[in-house]
C-alpha cells in the first residue's frame, strides 16, 4: 500500500500509469467522482493485491469464494463497490487477497439506528462490532429506546456483532451530565439502570454494551468503578460483552486519574475504545486539526504503562470541521462535512489541501461573499495519511484494534487502509451467501 499526493497537472491515468494500477481500481478504492477531478494536496490509496482472479463465464462471487476457499465477505472486502451492482463481468479482475501480515484486529463502527440501509450494508463486511447509538440514560434510570432492530438484524446476518452504546451525550452531542451523575451516586438507581440495560439487550438481542463518559473527575470516578463492576457481572453471567467508549480529549483526565480507575476498570472490560469524536459537533471550539495523532500517540505512552494495551482499541471521528474565520468564541459558525464534501469544496473553490505534520491531518482555507462581505473560511478534516498514522499506532503499542466515529456515511479510504493490513476479528460465523 502506498498513499498518493495529487500534484498539479496530475490525473487519473497518470496516477494510475505511475503506480501500475488499473484507474478503475484508483477510483473505487478511494470512491473519486467519474468526474476524475482531482484536487491538489489531495491524498489517494494506492493498493497492490497479492492475489486477483479474471472472471469467466457463468462464474458468480460464492463460487469463486469457494475455487479460493475464503470467506465470500472477503471478496466483498476487497471489491466492495460490488455491493452496489451485484453483478460480475467476464474479463473483469476479482481482488481475492491483500497480505494483510500484520495481524488480527478488532474494528467498531459507530451509526445511529436511522443509518442509511445501503451504507450499513456496505461497511459490515468490515467490522467486528456494530456500536448503536440513539438510546438515552434519564435522571430515573430509565432509558430511552429506539427503534433499533432492524440494524441489529442486518448486524447479525453479516456476521458483525451488535453493542448497544448507552452515552453521557445526546444524539445531538449535548453533555447529559446531570443524569448520569445521579443515577451514579444512588445504589437503589444504579441497580434499576443495570437491569433496564440487561432487558433491553435480552430483548433485542444486542451481544453487549459500551459506555460512553465524556466527563470523569476525581469526585466521580469510583461511582463509574462501581457500576462498572456490578454492570460487568450480571453481563459476563449472560455471556454478554461490556466496553467503554472514552475521548482523551473530554475526559479531563490524566496519568494520575488512570492510575486511580482504570486498574481495576480493565479486569471487568472487554475493551476499551479511545477516540476523539466530539470535536466541533456542539461546542463550537477554536478552528483546528479534528483529531490529533500527537495527542493520541501522548496519551497512548502512558495509558500503555497502566492498562494492558490487548483490550485498547484507538480510533477517530470520521467527520471534518468548516470555521469562519476570525474566530470569535460563541460568535462564528462552524459546520460539519463528510470527508467527500470537504474534497468538493476544496475543488469547487479551487483551493490547495495542506497538511499539518503534527496531528496528521489536512486543511485548506477559502473565501466566500455574502452580501458584498467576503468571509474566510478554514477546513480541517482526515483522510488517508490520517487513517494511515492512526492504524499505525496498532502494532507499535500492540493495540487490539481501532474504531471509527461514525459510519453514518461510507468513508472507503478508512477500508482501503484498514483492510488490506489486517484480518478483521469476527465474533459472529460470517455469511456463506449473500445476506437480505
Known amino acids: ?28 478504492d478511494n470512491s473519486l467522482e467519474s468526474s476524475g477531478a482531482l484536487v491538489t494536496g489531495q491524498a489517494l490509496v494506492i493498493l497492490y493485491p497479492s492475489q486477483t482472479y479474471t472472471v469467466k463465464p457463468g462464474d458468480t462471487l460464492e463460487k469463486i469464494a469457494r475455487m479460493y476457499n475464503v470467506p465470500l ?13 451485484k453483478i460480475i463481468y467476464p474479463g473483469e479482475m476479482i481482488v481475492i487477497s491483500y497480505n494483510n501480515d500484520k495481524g488480527q484486529i478488532n474494528t467498531f463502527g459507530y451509526a445511529a439506528n436511522y443509518i442509511d440501509i445501503n451504507i450499513l450494508r456496505k461497511t459490515l463486511p468490515f467490522l467486528t462490532y456494530l456500536c448503536v447509538l440513539g438510546n438515552q440514560i434519564t435522571e430515573n434510570a430509565d ?40 443515577v451514579y451516586i444512588n445504589e437503589s438507581l444504579s441497580d434499576k439502570l443495570i437491569n433496564n ?58 496519568s494520575e486519574g488512570i492510575k486511580k480507575i482504570y486498574p481495576d476498570i480493565e479486569k471487568v472490560l472487554d ?6 469524536y466530539n470535536k466541533g459537533l456542539n461546542k463550537n471550539p477554536p478552528p483546528g486539526p479534528v483529531t490529533s495523532i500527537k495527542s493520541l500517540e501522548d496519551f497512548l505512552t502512558t495509558t500503555t504503562t497502566i492498562i494492558s494495551e ?42 490547495i489541501i495542506y497538511f499539518d505534520e503534527v496531528s496528521q491531518t489536512p486543511y485548506f482555507t477559502y473565501t466566500e461573499s455574502n452580501a458584498g462581505v467576503i468571509i474566510q473560511h ?10 494511515s498514522s492512526i492504524v499505525n499506532l496498532i502494532p507499535k503499542y500492540n493495540l487490539s484494534g481501532t474504531g471509527v466515529w461514525i459510519i453514518m456515511y461510507y468513508f472507503s479510504q478508512i477500508w482501503s487502509i484498514v483492510n488490506p493490513q489486517y484480518e478483521i476479528k469476527k465474533v459472529l460465523p460470517e455469511p456463506r451467501s449473500m445476506p437480505l
Not at 500500500?1 to 473505487?28: C, F, N, W
Not at 457500576?227 to 472514552?246: N, Q, T, V, Y
Open 378 to 387: 478554514i477546513v480541517w478534516f482526515i483522510d488517508a495519511r490520517t487513517i
Open 143 to 182: 432509558i430511552i429506546s429506539i427503534n433499533d432492530k432492524k440494524v441489529i438484524e442486518i448486524s447479525k446476518n453479516f456476521g458483525v456483532a451488535p453493542i448497544m452504546l448507552l452515552p453521557s451525550l445526546t444524539v445531538q452531542g449535548i453533555e447529559n451530565f446531570d443524569a448520569t451523575f445521579n
Open 1 to 28: 500500500m502506498e498513499i498518493h499526493i495529487v500534484q498539479p497537472g496530475d490525473t487519473i491515468d497518470t496516477i494510475a500509469d505511475k503506480y501500475k494500477v488499473s484507474a478503475a481500481r484508483l477510483i473505487t
Open 310 to 351: 490487548e483490550i485498547i482499541n484507538i480510533g477517530s471521528t470520521a467527520i471534518g470541521v468548516d470555521w469562519e474565520l476570525p474566530y470569535i468564541p460563541n460568535v462564528s459558525r462552524s459546520v460539519i462535512l463528510k470527508y467527500y464534501t470537504a474534497i468538493a469544496l476544496a475543488n469547487d473553490r479551487d483551493s
Open 73 to 85: 465477505m472477503q471478496i466483498f472486502r476487497n471489491n466492495n463497490y460490488l455491493f452496489e451492482r
Open 271 to 276: 475493551g476499551i475504545t479511545f477516540m476523539d
Open 197 to 254: 440495560i440487561m432487558n433491553i439487550l435480552k430483548e433485542k438481542g444486542y451481544m453487549g454494551v459500551s459506555i460512553t463518559f465524556e466527563y470523569l473527575y476525581s469526585f466521580n470516578q469510583i461511582l463509574y468503578q462501581n457500576f462498572m463492576i456490578k454492570l460487568s457481572k450480571r453481563l459476563k453471567a449472560e455471556g454478554l460483552k461490556l466496553f467503554i467508549s472514552i475521548s482523551p480529549v473530554n475526559t479531563n483526565i490524566n
